[in-house]
């Protein structure tokens, strides 16, 4: 039985193919990103998101908290 089994795995390990990339000089590869404003809740609108991260990180703010 653990003949068969390790034979099994053997077997298993010699099917990987060979995973290679193929680089062009100076091009990004990745994903495209989208600037975080555009997403759904402010649709595009960066003054709107300005106005929500500063007022997340006035909420944040230990000392604001403590006064």
């Given at each position: 039985?653990?003949?068969?089994?390790?034979?099994?795995?053997?077997?298993?390990?010699?099917?990987?193919?060979?995973?290679?990339?193929?680089?062009?000089?100076?091009?990004?590869?990745?994903?495209?990103?989208?600037?975080?404003?555009?997403?759904?809740?402010?649709?595009?609108?960066k003054?709107?998101?300005?106005?929500?991260?500063?007022?997340?990180?006035?909420?944040?703010?230990e000392?604001?908290?403590?006064?």
């Amino acid at each position: 039985m653990a003949a068969g089994v390790a034979v099994a795995f053997g077997l298993a390990a010699c099917g990987e193919q060979p995973q290679v990339v193929t680089y062009k000089q100076g091009e990004y590869q990745g994903k495209k990103d989208e600037q975080a404003f555009a997403a759904a809740p402010w649709n595009g609108n960066k003054a709107e998101w300005d106005v929500a991260i500063r007022t997340r990180n006035q909420n944040q703010n230990e000392y604001k908290r403590a006064n």
